[in-house]
């Protein structure tokens, strides 16, 4: 079974930076696409960023662009996100998903596993 657990999420004020870590288990991690996702309450969870297997390729929600990276370490199982200039629209619960497929996509669809979620809270 698959596990990915999130970490990391918090309260911050409006500029300010976190970065959120997925711990994936298993021997899968390596070949499988990561992304991050979020929701805010009373809206569709949305795409926020992917990144291939391999690391050479991410994708981001132009929301994000500029101010959000993402990366992994397939050594030690872990996805990462650095969230920097956070605004409070930025406030939602952030899950961290694998996909099979190893590209860096947008669609939840693509994604077959997700962790439960951290909440980020931005003030203003």
């Known amino acids: 079974q698959v596990q990915l657990v999130e970490s990391g999420g918090g309260l911050v004020q409006a500029g300010g930076s976190l970065r959120l870590s997925c711990a994936a288990s298993?021997?899968?991690?390596?070949?499988?696409?990561m992304g991050w996702f979020r929701q805010a309450p009373g809206k569709e969870r949305e795409f926020v960023a992917a990144?291939?297997?391999?690391?050479?390729?991410?994708n981001y929600a132009d929301s994000v662009k500029g101010r959000f990276t993402i990366s992994r370490d397939n050594a030690k199982n872990t996805v990462y996100l650095q969230m920097n200039g956070l605004k409070p629209e930025d406030t939602a619960v952030y899950y961290c998903?694998?996909?099979?497929?190893?590209?860096?996509?947008?669609?939840?669809?693509?994604?077959?596993?997700w962790g439960q979620g951290t909440q980020v809270t931005v003030s203003s």
């Open positions: 298993g021997r899968f991690f390596s070949t499988h696409a």
């Open positions: 990144i291939s297997w391999s690391g050479g390729t991410t």
């Open positions: 998903a694998a996909a099979r497929m190893g590209l860096a996509g947008a669609s939840r669809d693509e994604y077959d596993y």
